[in-house]
């Protein structure tokens, strides 16, 4: 079992190269924080610890003089289901799962498909050949292989995963494909005529501009963790496509909102606009999808050299499955670890983590990448890729072992001195504050969640 204190130094050397000073993070707690034997706990420490001590390093050769960071190892825990404890004016702000969305029976295991969005619901009953119904689909899933459920979804365009064990995905190509991968991968893309200059600042991102073009959780809180820090982030969205309410108001801190309809000469010509005057871009589109619209990372470096972009993905950039959709549930299914929970608990059914772990650390992994490209770029230059998966976090999360096993649920009373209230365009928003400190700079968001599309699609 891997403590969460050398969990952040491992991490941290993997992802800059260099070794954290001795005291420069001290992770106060360990786990257990959270319910099943999984570490959810340590990893989310270790990845807010190495993102705010990079952070403190950026904002140092920007002449900043940062004192040591300090992650709460329960805060940390508890920012990882952040969305659980979300309400706007005293409110529950809506559903996070579609009614199709589940796991289901197979004649030899189990099969979860994801339809929180309408594409994705038609989808899963066009492959299945059954009306969008719940008790049609569980019926028609009783009678068919898992894998070939999961085969025939995704064929049609949905999303799902069958339910694999440990054993079994640590022998899948797809399996070893992931582990292969860094943690946050770094990639030149472009050159530059010289390092990147940052002039002296109050805050480690100030005056840097990150295009957030992501949806969900994991490339949403990256954009947020970055916000924390200074950053002017303008989220780009459009009104065709669809959204999960209470995701996008949890992941709305420090954010401006814009819409732009790639889909169109226009809406992509202002996307050029504004790549050019960027000095981030974050998304999380499909594989390939984003360079197919002519937003590649080499075609983004040649419109802004000196770049940092940001490529979040499912299951990586390599591998037999590098370009299948996917979530944080189905994630969990294929890479054993709900089997592997329901096998602790000698349970049927799949039991899950006790939060999106996978999302959650996986942007703050993103987040930790973005900053280690950008202090590179302060000393080498060049345009820059950083890639990360929710699969190669996966591996990373069963790789630091498992502890006791507790039940801890914590609920909204149980955590409210990590709470706060914000007021914003949507309402009063109570929500978890940035976990993470780091002295002389400490995170914090300028403002809460904007309605979606209701800034312009500019800069400041």
Not at 10 to 17: A, D, P
Not at 71 to 83: G, L, P, Q
Not at 87 to 96: C, K, L, M, R
Not at 247 to 275: P, S
Request: proline share 6%; hydrophobic share 45%.
């Amino acid at each position: 079992m891997i403590t969460a204190g050398k969990a952040f130094a491992h991490l941290y050397r993997e992802v800059t190269g260099e070794l954290a000073e001795s005291g420069a993070v001290r992770v106060v707690g360990d786990d257990p924080q959270l319910s099943g034997r999984f570490r959810v706990g340590a990893l989310a420490a270790a990845c807010i610890g190495a993102t705010t001590l990079a952070a403190g390093e950026l904002w140092r050769a920007r002449g900043g003089q940062p004192g040591p960071v300090t992650v709460d190892a329960r805060h940390a825990a508890v920012s990882f289901r952040s969305e659980r404890y979300l309400t706007v004016d005293g409110q529950s702000p809506g559903e996070f799962w579609g009614p199709l969305s589940g796991d289901y029976l197979a004649v030899d295991g189990w099969v979860k498909l994801h339809c929180n969005y309408p594409h994705h619901a038609l989808a899963a009953a066009k492959a299945l050949g059954v009306a969008e119904d719940r008790e049609a689909i569980t019926a028609t899933i009783a009678n068919r292989p898992a894998q070939e459920v999961e085969e025939a979804v995704l064929g049609a365009g949905g999303v799902a995963a069958a339910m694999r064990s440990l054993t079994d995905w640590h022998s899948h190509p797809a399996g070893r494909a992931a582990r292969l991968i860094p943690l946050a991968d770094l990639v030149q893309v472009g050159d530059t005529e010289g390092p990147r200059t940052l002039g002296p600042a109050d805050r480690p991102l100030a005056g840097i501009r990150v295009l957030d073009l992501t949806h969900v959780i994991a490339g949403p809180v990256c954009g947020r963790v970055l916000a924390a820090h200074g950053a002017d982030v303008l989220h780009v969205g459009a009104a065709h496509l669809p959204t999960v309410a209470p995701l996008v108001v949890d992941n709305g801190f420090g954010k401006r909102t814009c819409y732009v309809d790639l889909r169109t000469d226009e809406g992509k010509e202002t996307l050029r606009a504004l790549v050019r005057d960027a000095d981030v871009l974050i998304q999380s589109y499909r594989p390939g999808a984003l360079a197919g619209l002519g937003f590649g990372p080499e075609e983004l470096a040649a419109m802004r050299p000196g770049i940092v972009v940001l490529s979040l993905s499912a299951y990586g950039h390599v591998g037999p499955w590098r370009q299948r959709r996917g979530f944080d549930s189905l994630v969990q299914m294929a890479s054993g670890i709900a089997d592997d929970g329901a096998r602790v608990i000698g349970s049927d059914e799949p039991r899950p983590l006790p939060a999106q772990a996978l999302d959650h650390g996986t942007g703050w992994l993103a987040a930790f990448g973005v900053l280690t490209a950008l202090r590179r770029s302060l000393v080498e230059g060049g345009s820059w890729q950083v890639r990360v998966a929710l699969a190669r976090t996966a591996a990373w999360l069963d790789d630091l072992g498992r502890h006791t096993g507790q039940v801890i649920d914590p609920g909204a009373e149980d955590v409210a001195d990590l709470l706060t209230e914000t007021d914003s365009q949507v309402g009063l928003v109570r929500h978890v504050g940035v976990p993470g400190s780091l002295p002389g700079a400490e995170p914090h968001w300028a403002h809460g969640p904007h309605r979606p599309g209701s800034d312009p699609a500019a800069w400041w």
